[in-house]
C-alpha cells in the first residue's frame, strides 16, 4: 500500500511564481528525498533531508519536514518553464539498516505557464 | 562519468515473448534497484541487488520475474512470457552504497515495455 501521498496532484502556476508541493507519510523515517522526473526521463535527485533536520535548502529549492505531522513540503521560488516535471518525495523509513528501498508517493505534476 | 546506462530505450514483445532489460550502473556503484512505473503513476520498488547477491525481492512478482546482478556486466532484468499488464516503464537505479541515509539513487532514463 501507499506510503503516503502528495498534493496536489497536479499544480499550474505562472512563471515567477513559487510552486509549493506537500507530502504526508505514515510511519517513522531516517530520512526524505526529493526527486524530479521531467517527461519521459528518470529521476533526479534534489534534495536528501533528516529525520533530525527542520529545513534545508539547495538554490531555489526550500525543503521543510515536520516529523510531528508526518509531512514534508518543498517550495520552488522564482519558478522557470524548466521547472515544469513531476516531483515525488520518497521515504526511507525506520530502522535504516534493512529498510533500503525508497518508497515513492504518486507525485505531482507541476507546469509552469511562460 | 557516463550515468547509469538503459537499454534498450523502448521494447515491444508480443504476448508470451520475454523480455530482456538491462541496466550498467554508474562507474563504481555496486548497488543496483529496479523500479517499475505505470502511466501517471509513481515508481514502485521490484528489486534490489548487489553485486552477486540479491538483497531484496520483496516487490518482484513470484512468477515470470527474475533479476540478476552478476560480477561482470550489466544487471539484467527478465520477464517470461509477458502479458499485457507488464507494459510500463522500468527505471534502474545505482548507488555506491548501500547506506539510503547519506547516498541518492541515480537513475537512468528507463525502458519503456509495450506488450502487444
Known amino acids: 500500500s501507499q506510503q503516503g501521498e502528495e498534493d496536489p496532484q497536479a499544480l499550474s502556476i505562472q512563471e515567477g511564481e513559487n510552486a509549493t508541493m506537500n507530502c504526508s507519510y505514515k510511519?517513522?523515517?531516517?530520512?526524505l528525498q526529493w526527486y524530479r522526473q521531467n517527461s519521459g526521463r528518470g529521476l533526479v535527485h534534489l534534495i536528501l533531508?533528516?529525520?533530525?533536520?527542520r529545513e534545508k535548502h539547495s538554490g531555489r529549492l526550500r525543503v521543510t519536514l515536520d516529523t510531528s505531522k508526518k509531512s514534508s513540503s518543498l517550495l520552488i521560488t522564482a519558478s522557470r518553464a524548466a521547472d515544469t516535471a513531476s516531483y515525488f518525495c520518497?521515504?526511507?523509513?525506520?530502522?535504516?539498516?534493512?529498510?533500503?528501498?525508497?518508497?515513492f508517493g504518486t507525485g505531482t505534476r507541476l507546469t509552469i505557464i511562460p | 562519468n557516463a550515468g547509469v546506462m538503459q537499454n534498450p530505450r523502448h521494447l515491444v514483445r508480443r504476448r508470451g515473448q520475454e523480455a530482456r532489460l538491462r541496466c550498467s550502473p554508474m562507474?563504481?556503484?555496486?548497488?543496483v534497484y529496479w523500479y517499475r512505473q505505470l502511466p501517471e503513476e509513481g515508481l514502485k520498488f521490484m528489486v534490489y541487488?548487489?553485486?552477486?547477491?540479491?538483497?531484496?525481492e520483496s516487490g518482484m512478482p513470484k512468477e515470470r520475474f527474475s533479476a540478476e546482478f552478476p560480477k561482470e556486466g550489466p544487471s539484467i532484468l527478465r520477464i517470461q512470457q509477458v502479458v499485457r499488464g507488464d507494459s510500463a516503464a522500468y527505471f534502474c537505479?545505482?548507488?555506491?552504497?548501500?547506506?539510503?541515509?547519506?547516498?541518492?539513487?541515480?537513475f537512468g532514463n528507463g525502458t519503456r515495455l509495450t506488450v502487444t
Open positions: 537505479a545505482s548507488s555506491p552504497t548501500r547506506d539510503r541515509g547519506r547516498s541518492p539513487l541515480h
Open positions: 510511519t517513522s523515517i531516517n530520512n
Open positions: 533531508i533528516r529525520s533530525n533536520e
Open positions: 520518497a521515504r526511507i523509513p525506520q530502522p535504516l539498516f534493512g529498510n533500503e528501498k525508497l518508497t
Open positions: 562507474k563504481g556503484h555496486s548497488h
Open positions: 541487488l548487489q553485486k552477486e547477491n540479491i538483497i531484496d
